[in-house]
């Protein structure tokens, strides 16, 4: 994690919890791209400048979206991930990616907002995002995309109310059971500390830190997305007359997802504002000239 200067206001370290990825849809066809979300996911394929001789056994995923308009953060980095993998750079993201990261940007006033994505061949778990710096570092694929973020989004491709693909979850009225069981097990375990006024102070926007096992057939940002959901019915249930429109995803400004050595689950919640976008975009410049080969190490207000 980047922004780790504040006090954290909500922490999970659950060594027996296992990485349970948000529950898939059924459906007539399964799942259904959302139109929206299909069109952007093309438009960043064919964006990638760099074609890979073979897919990256494993890789670092690299993003930085601009903050205008609230965009979902994970599920964004969901759906540009799913463009990593369709542009062949590693072959599926249940096994190959190692870590994941995603910054949210303001605009510079007058300047043309990019959605980015640098994927880098890494096997290091303690380091994934170290690299070196053309003329004799690894070629590195990277994507500048025109434009604000789309999220992740699929239908059932059926009428009427949601159905999943589970046996004991089956309605969003089963799932939001299953939650509300799980935040409950996290606190009587003592897996689970969290400020007392947490659910206020989201709004300030956070950084979010999901550490999750090395090994393991699934696919790291649904399990985040199942952490946003059983945070985001903790956050109502603490306060159902909270009036705040947006959801936890649209507050969080930077995500870390790795994969470690470590059992479990392990989560952090801390205050963290939007980046700059000078900080946050001379990563993904396309000439090593006056470029520091690291990821913004804080944003405007540290």
């Not at 990593?84 to 995603?102: E, K, P, S, T």
């Not at 705040?244 to 507050?251: E, F, S, Y």
């Amino acid at each position: 994690m980047i922004s780790f200067g504040q006090k954290a206001i909500l922490r999970i370290d659950a060594p027996w919890m296992s990485p349970t990825p948000r529950p898939r849809l059924e459906g007539d066809d399964a799942r259904r791209p959302d139109p929206d979300a299909a069109g952007y996911l093309s438009a960043v394929i064919n964006s990638f400048d760099v074609v890979l001789d073979e897919p990256y056994r494993h890789a670092a995923i690299s993003m930085a979206i601009p903050a205008t308009g609230n965009p979902y953060t994970v599920a964004s980095m969901k759906l540009l991930t799913d463009a990593v993998v369709r542009a062949g750079f590693i072959r599926d993201d249940r096994n190959d990616v190692v870590a994941m990261r995603l910054l949210r940007y303001t605009p510079d006033q007058g300047s043309r907002p990019t959605v980015n994505v640098a994927v880098l061949e890494s096997e290091d778990i303690q380091c994934p995002f170290v690299r070196q710096i053309a003329p004799n570092g690894q070629k590195e694929p990277r994507s500048p995309v025109v434009g604000s973020a789309v999220a992740y989004a699929y239908t059932t491709g059926v009428p009427g109310e949601p159905v999943f693909k589970h046996s004991d979850v089956r309605t969003p009225a089963d799932y939001v059971r299953e939650l509300r069981s799980q935040w409950s097990e996290l606190l009587e375990t003592g897996s689970l500390q969290v400020d007392d006024n947490w659910n206020v102070l989201l709004s300030a926007g956070q950084s979010l830190e999901v550490r999750m096992p090395s090994t393991g057939n699934f696919d790291p940002d649904n399990v985040v997305l199942r952490l946003l959901d059983l945070l985001e019915v903790a956050r109502r249930d603490a306060d159902p007359s909270d009036a705040n429109p947006l959801t936890i995803d649209q507050m969080l400004n930077e995500v870390s997802v790795l994969r470690g050595d470590e059992p479990g689950i392990h989560l952090s919640l801390h205050p963290c504002t939007p980046f700059d976008q000078v900080a946050a975009l001379a990563y993904f410049r396309k000439t090593a000239e006056d470029i520091e080969p690291k990821w913004p190490i804080s944003n405007v207000d540290t």
